[in-house]
């Protein structure tokens, strides 16, 4: 193996592992994903990981990211969280989801239902 290859293959470990780390949870909430990655990787004033949440959590709303535009979210990532899902709890620290209320769907896990249970 020449130098070269093991670059591309640290490389191509890498990729897949940062993959991995900003995958969103089998049924994570839009709200949740978003906090998780902002937390982790800050917002890059753009709706990077609102479009990814999309194509892997809800790939038929297309219209997802227009739709956040309408509800206040113009730019980034960050405003989905302020003006779209302002109502979450008030602690220091991320709470798990309490999962996405159904498959496809944008509406964000109800976290009070889950404080209740636990
Ligand atoms: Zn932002
Ligand atoms: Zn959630």
């Known amino acids: ?12 470990e890498l990729i897949e592992l940062s993959g991995l780390l900003t995958e969103p949870g089998e049924r994570e909430c839009l709200r949740c994903y978003l906090l998780r990655m902002i937390y982790e990787f800050g917002c ?3 709706h990077r990981w609102t479009t990814r949440w999309r194509d ?4 038929q709303a297309r219209g997802l990211v227009r739709k956040l535009q309408r509800l206040g979210a113009c730019c980034c990532d ?3 969280l302020l003006n779209v899902y302002p109502d979450y709890p008030d ?3 991320l709470l798990p989801c309490a999962g996405q209320p159904h498959r496809g769907s944008c509406a964000p896990c109800n976290l009070r239902l889950l404080r209740r249970t636990a």
């Open 44 to 46: 890059d004033g753009t």
């Open 56 to 59: 892997a959590r809800a790939p």
């Open 1 to 12: 193996m020449s130098d070269d290859n093991i670059a591309s293959a640290i490389e191509a």
């Open 78 to 80: 960050c405003e989905v």
């Open 91 to 93: 602690t220091d620290r």
